[in-house]
């Protein structure tokens, strides 16, 4: 009964679903899958797709009474009884449901997206997005920007050191994420000044800003913080504790974490890091990090394999080294502890310049970026072209992600570097725009 209740549940969010057809690859699974998306974000005091965590009765609304179920109803016996849809139902468990644990679960088959070669832009979609998929952006350089949240209208969008523009992000897309990250770090104070009045010192020097983008709905901190000790990462976690509830005092939300790809380097390590998020889930925040793999998202992504991460246990769904590396934290640390329901956004994503694991090495001459990589994507069958092929991957982390109730998104890196001579061009998802726009309109 649990699972049908669960699986219904998750049905529900289905999208107009794009369609998919299979691409050969022998290092994933061919077991074919709907395309599924979970229930909406959790909320407290629900277990995973909204079900009390107490598992002892779940309700359902429909207007059709299931066969051999009793309905609960008002009336006296002297009256004639109207019954209106929705009802309620409730259904009572066996005790020994309470300790059911799901078997484990493969990861999505890789599938292609049909119709996500460029083109133009498709048309304005009325409401938010199903995708987890979001932009980071750097300010609004790139009038493509406006243009993919207007039509697209995306869950999340973040930009760093220009914020103004996410007020016109708000205009278009009201329920649409925004996160904002300031430039800037001193960690020479790091074990050098209480960790809790350099937060303060922090949030001091960026105040004027963030009351001047009221819209902004979460300020990260420092970014890609690398400790070299475990006192110093006892220290960022005491220090990120403290500026989430001297955010929330102040009527502002953080994001706290900021890991780069691959950090905290162990298992032991991230249980360092739970202060923080301890005080995030207590002072209205949310955790971020990044994640980035090579040559394809799904490189090392597997069920049920111990030490993925050096002393990480092993998953009972899919998880690897880079991609959805968050799952150890929420599986094996966050949810035993009822922080389960802390946000998640991914804040940084998709391809970047680290190590091939368990994947080819598609890399005579250093490829790095998306760009470098989209003709051998071609070659391989991953898409029509290399906008094509980013969003195939990305349109299979998103099935993936759409599990995982607690993941406001992940924002791909990175729009508005346009400029050949800047520093992130060649990271620069101008030519991904279009065919994203018309995934993300698909998935409603």
């Known amino acids: 009964v649990l699972a049908l209740v669960v699986r219904e549940t998750v049905s529900a969010e289905l999208a107009a679903a794009p369609v998919y057809t299979f691409v050969p690859d022998a290092g994933l699974t061919t077991e074919a899958e709907v395309p599924v998306t979970p229930g909406a974000p959790a909320v407290p005091g629900l277990g995973p797709f909204n079900l009390p965590r107490w598992l002892a009765a779940a309700e359902l609304e429909t207007s059709e009474p299931p066969a051999g179920l009793a309905v609960e109803a008002e009336a006296t016996a002297a009256a004639p009884v109207t019954v209106l849809a929705p009802l309620s139902f409730r259904l009572f468990l066996p005790a020994a449901l309470l300790d059911y644990t799901p078997p484990p679960r493969q990861p999505e ?3 292609q997206v049909t119709g996500p070669e460029t083109g133009e832009w498709p048309a304005e979609a009325p409401t938010m997005s199903l995708s987890r998929l ?9 009038p493509d920007i406006i243009e993919f949240i207007r039509r697209a209208k995306p869950r999340v969008v973040k930009s760093v050191g220009f914020f103004e523009f996410l007020a016109e992000v708000k205009q278009i897309s009201p329920e649409t994420v925004t996160i904002g990250r300031n430039y800037g770090q001193d960690e020479s104070v790091v074990n050098a000044q209480d960790p809790a009045e350099a937060a303060a010192a922090y949030i001091q020097a960026s105040l004027a800003t963030y009351q001047a983008n009221p819209l902004v709905d979460y300020w990260e901190g420092w970014n890609e913080f690398v400790y070299t000790s ?8 005491a220090f990120e504790a403290a500026r989430a509830c001297q955010m929330q005092a102040l009527g502002f939300r953080a994001a706290v974490g900021g890991f780069a790809v691959g950090w905290p380097n162990t298992y032991p390590e991230m249980e360092l890091f739970l202060p923080a998020l301890e005080a995030a889930h207590a002072c209205n925040g949310l955790f971020h990090l990044h994640e980035y793999n090579r040559p394809l998202m799904q490189c090392a992504v597997r069920t049920g394999e111990a030490n993925l991460i050096p002393g990480a246990p092993a998953l009972t769904v899919p998880a690897g080294p880079l991609t959805f590396r968050y799952r150890f934290w929420y599986e094996g ?3 035993p502890r009822n922080l389960g329901d802390l946000p998640l956004v991914i804040s940084e994503y998709g391809i970047d310049a680290v190590p091939p694991i368990s994947c080819p090495e598609p890399d005579p001459q250093n490829w790095r970026t998306w760009k470098d990589l989209s003709g051998w994507w071609q070659q391989q069958g991953y ?6 092929a980013y969003v ?3 349109a299979w982390a998103d099935r993936e992600m759409r599990f995982d109730a607690y993941v406001v998104g992940a924002t791909i890196f990175t729009a508005g570097a346009l400029d050949s001579g800047d520093q992130w061009n060649a990271h620069d998802i101008h030519d991904v725009l279009k065919p994203l726009a018309r995934y993300l309109v698909s998935q409603h």
């Not at 475990?230 to 976690?237: C, F, I």
Request: neutral net charge; aromatic residues 10%.
């Open 383 to 388: 898409g029509a072209d290399g906008p094509a």
């Open 134 to 142: 979001g932009l980071h952006a750097l300010g609004p350089r790139d």
């Open 230 to 237: 475990p006192d110093q990462l006892r220290w960022y976690a």
């Open 392 to 394: 195939n991957q990305l």
């Open 333 to 335: 640390l966050l949810k």
């Open 109 to 111: 088959p890789f599938l």
